[in-house]
């Protein structure tokens, strides 16, 4: 596959456990260029995600999150965005204004996902108050409410969508460099 270097910044959106770290770094890899995820450039300044809304709220996460964002873009490289990144419709407004690719999969690969990654499950914080003792029925009861809210926040500022439960990474590789835009000629 022959490679180009992309005249935009590349923005991986999607839910937990969509794929975006993995896609994001070979992605980058594959481009030559740099990656910033933000939930990375959040938690080496704060902390775990799960300890910055435990201190300090959700607000101020979602205010250190747009800045991330904002830094991340600038670099003009790949950008894995946290998961939350679509709530704020400023971040939605700069995200359309970029190559932004939805990464999806179906509620059931997700939550499989996420019980499989021990990282995932301690380290960010729960989306819903504890209603169950079973992990399994509470992470797919979070899950489904984050895609029923998100889902259309996704959608409203991505160029492509993609199902990662039905292409390995090196296909999703693939499909997004075939749909980038050709940089100008200088």
């Known amino acids: 596959m022959s490679t180009r270097l992309p005249c935009v910044a590349i923005a991986l959106i999607g839910p937990r456990a969509s794929g975006k770290t993995t896609v994001s770094q070979a992605l980058a890899k594959t481009l030559n260029c740099a990656l910033v995820d933000t939930d990375t450039l959040l938690t080496t300044a704060y902390g775990t995600i799960r300890e910055q809304f435990a201190n300090n709220g959700e607000t101020l996460f979602r205010d250190r999150e747009e800045r991330a964002l904002v830094e991340a873009l600038a670099a003009r490289g790949v950008v894995s965005?946290?998961?939350?990144?679509?709530?704020?419709?400023?971040?939605?407004?700069?995200?359309?204004?970029?190559?932004?690719?939805?990464?999806?999969?179906?509620?059931?690969?997700?939550?499989?996902?996420?019980?499989?990654?021990?990282?995932?499950?301690?380290?960010?914080?729960?989306?819903?108050?504890?209603?169950?003792?079973?992990?399994?029925?509470?992470?797919?009861?979070?899950?489904?409410?984050?895609?029923?809210?998100?889902?259309?926040?996704?959608?409203s500022c991505c160029r492509m969508e993609l199902d990662t439960s039905v292409l390995n990474v090196s296909e999703i590789v693939e499909a997004i460099v075939a749909r980038l835009p050709v940089p100008a000629s200088p």
Do not use: K
Request: aromatic share 4%; hydrophobic share 35%.
């Open 81 to 155: 965005c946290g998961g939350g990144m679509v709530l704020r419709r400023s971040n939605r407004l700069l995200l359309s204004t970029v190559f932004t690719v939805f990464l999806t999969a179906p509620i059931d690969t997700l939550v499989a996902r996420v019980l499989g990654d021990p990282c995932s499950h301690n380290q960010r914080p729960p989306l819903l108050p504890t209603t169950s003792d079973d992990t399994s029925e509470q992470v797919r009861q979070e899950t489904r409410r984050i895609l029923e809210q998100r889902l259309p926040l996704y959608r």
